[in-house]
């Protein structure tokens, strides 16, 4: 049995707005979470979505923390920072798994979530990661269910990503000249190392 979580994590403000590059001083607005098992097979036995806004962060970090794998799009270099802040833990010492730089030590440039989305899924991120800025300052209840769903939404394109990249070896992209690329890449699983006891008889 295998736990997996799969995150993405919004913010409450821009960069050019604190000053600095480091995404600990953004604040987060929320982070959405899809914690599954799977079985050896790499076939999902169960799975949940969840949404944590700011106040509830401290709830999620269970599910974080029994999971053999948690995975993110950019996810070191921006969704852990982000949260740091919000653990009491060395939230960078579990075994994070991020998809972008993966293909970036493969193909050696960062690919943006949705381009490899677009030709890998054949779809595409479903708003823009300034909006949800904006309806976190609206505030109103739209506004943020607007925000919610689109992070649960970016989940799901991660997940579906990673899924695609752990069982067929590959994944698929534009570059900048615009000639599609496929780059085979490996997510898979560590094999379990398996412990023997010599036998004094």
Same mark, same amino acid.
């Given at each position: ?125 479903? $708003? ?7 309806? !976190?300052?609206? =505030?109103? %209840?739209?506004? @943020?269910? +607007?925000? *919610?769903?689109?992070?649960? $939404? ?7 990503? !990673?899924?695609? =990249?752990? %069982?067929?070896? @590959?994944? +698929?992209? *534009? ?27």
């Amino acid at each position: 049995m295998i736990n997996e979580v799969i995150f993405d994590v919004e913010t409450k403000t821009f960069f050019d707005e604190i000053g600095s590059r480091d995404p600990a001083a953004l604040g987060v607005s929320i982070v959405s979470v899809y914690s599954r098992k799977l079985d050896d097979k790499l076939a999902e036995i169960s799975g949940k979505m969840e949404s944590f806004w700011e106040d509830d962060i401290e709830q999620m970090w269970p599910t974080f923390q029994k999971a053999d794998r948690i995975v993110g799009f950019n996810s070191l270099g921006f969704d852990v920072p982000a949260l740091k802040p919000y653990a009491s833990f060395a939230l960078e010492e579990l075994p994070h798994f991020d998809i972008m730089a993966m293909v970036k030590d493969v193909f050696g440039k960062r690919i943006s979530l949705n381009a490899i989305a677009q030709d890998t899924l054949g779809t595409k991120k479903s $708003d823009h990661g300034a909006n949800a800025i904006k309806y !976190y300052r609206a =505030g109103d %209840k739209n506004s @943020l269910a +607007k925000l *919610k769903r689109y992070c649960e $939404d970016d989940v799901i394109i991660t997940r579906d990503i !990673y899924d695609f =990249g752990l %069982k067929q070896g @590959l994944l +698929k992209f *534009k570059d900048r000249w615009n000639t599609l690329r496929e780059v085979e890449i490996d997510f898979s699983h560590p094999k379990k190392e398996e412990t023997t006891q010599d036998s004094l008889f």
